[in-house]
């Protein structure tokens, strides 16, 4: 029988106790305030030119910046930041390196013109648009011969797809998709659609039944041509009259998805009542559309942060001169204003206190956390209500955001975006 080295023995564990304590290490700095920091960094970054954005960085790890030309990066040992710094318009890649030689990070960092100045809005708007395709809200079965079929079901079709194409020509409106129905019907063919679904575009061929109670043919399903409801103004530009409204997309109800708009238009709207909000009831502002004569203007994209166009002409009512736009990280917790209407047309100034920002690098839609504080706007609304998506937030003379959504179990509280990126959003470059 073979005795076993005692030196081996204790050389295994050795090897074992080092083994233990390694992944300790590992486990332990990645629960490290430094390494806790870098790993909160973004997988890319949005700057402004002229403009800095901070990154969380601890003091105690080195590291070494390889950056581009046009990005500058300096380290501030006293606040634990990094400052990332956009010098030319463009698209970059900035390489981090930890103790100056093993490669951790490498950042693309896009470059973006410089901030501009906003004139704020909060004026109240009546949106009426018309979406791209026909969204199919509900399947209708038909009741023939003492049975009920589904002549939509049975080609393919599902609630929440988006009717593109009517044998072969744009769908535009609930009334088209009504005539080639009948004429399809009429003559003995099926119709050809073209429907976007959840994930692909599908080819399907439906074939029209005649329904005597209604004299006509159908295909057992209703549509949706477009979208309306109340929102607010959160700023347009002074040079073009570019505007962003609403800081959440439009959706289509079924789906929650964002509708594209094929055209639209938005006018003043007169706010002639406020249902108070109360805990799980949102409470709502009541509006009627109004002339174009305080607001007009045209719809052009609807996106993550709502809708963009450009105004007719200077709103009459509301605020005149215009003000910086904010960096994320240039919002904190403290006083602040939205602007907002309550009744008639005219805007007015509410007190808010923010109480927490969320670090954003790249869009969200939720950045900051607000209270309603004043007490006119808590005893007519309770604090937040629907229309007033899209009221400006103001804070320290900047543009900071828009309100975007109320907490249901709190109506005093909502949720708003940062004005930023309702500015740099692609769909209001495109409509330049």
Not at 2 to 15: I, L
Not at 39 to 57: C, F, T
Not at 267 to 290: S, Y
């Amino acid at each position: 029988m073979d005795q076993k080295d005692p030196n081996q023995k204790g050389w295994r564990n050795q090897k074992r106790l080092l083994g233990v304590v390694g992944a300790a290490l590992v486990v332990g700095a990645g629960f490290a305030p430094p390494i806790e920091h870098l790993a909160k960094w973004p997988s890319h970054l949005m700057v402004p030119q002229g403009a800095r954005i901070a990154l969380p960085w601890s003091a105690y790890l080195p590291i070494r910046v390889e950056s581009a030309g046009a990005v500058a990066v300096t380290r501030t040992h006293a606040s634990h930041f990094l400052m990332v710094k956009g010098l030319q318009p463009g698209r970059y890649h900035v390489n981090f390196r930890l103790f100056g030689w093993i490669p951790y990070r490498s950042i693309p960092v896009a470059v973006t013109k410089p901030v501009t100045t906003v004139i704020p809005g909060g004026e109240s708007l009546g949106v009426i648009t018309q979406t791209k395709g026909l969204v199919v809200t509900r399947l209708q079965p038909i009741h023939q011969s003492g049975q009920w079929v589904d002549p939509a079901a049975q080609a393919g079709i599902e609630r929440g797809d988006i009717i593109m194409a009517i044998n072969r020509q744009p769908a535009e409106s609930d009334q088209q998709l009504q005539q080639a129905v009948n004429r399809a019907g009429t003559s003995g063919q099926s119709l050809q659609l073209m429907v976007e679904g959840a994930r692909a575009m599908h080819q399907r061929w439906v074939h029209p039944i005649w329904v005597p109670q209604a004299h006509r043919f159908e295909m057992g399903i209703l549509v949706e041509d477009g979208a309306s409801g109340v929102g607010t103004l959160t700023f347009y530009m002074p040079s073009t009259q570019q505007y962003a409204a609403l800081g959440h997309s439009i959706t289509d109800g079924l789906t929650r998805h964002p509708v594209r708009i094929r055209q639209g238009h938005v006018v003043g709207a007169e706010i002639v009542g406020i249902i108070a909000g109360t805990v799980h009831t949102p409470g709502q502002k009541v509006g009627v559309l109004a002339s174009g004569f305080n607001i007009s203007g045209s719809v052009t994209h609807n996106g993550q942060f709502g809708i963009v166009g450009r105004l007719s002409h200077v709103p009459v009512w509301g605020p005149k001169h215009s003000i910086p736009l904010a960096l994320p990280d240039q919002v904190e917790p403290g006083p602040a204003q939205i602007i907002t209407v309550v009744k008639g047309q005219h805007p007015e100034r509410f007190q808010i206190r923010i109480l927490r920002t969320y670090p954003q690098w790249v869009p969200n839609t939720k950045g900051l956390l607000f209270q309603v504080t004043d007490p006119r706007l808590l005893t007519q609304a309770g604090g937040v209500v629907q229309g007033m998506s899209g009221s400006p937030i103001i804070q320290n003379g900047r543009m900071v955001g828009a309100v975007t959504h109320v907490l249901l179990s709190r109506p005093t509280l909502g949720f708003g975006c940062y004005a930023y990126w309702m500015a740099t959003q692609s769909s209001m470059r495109q409509s330049q």
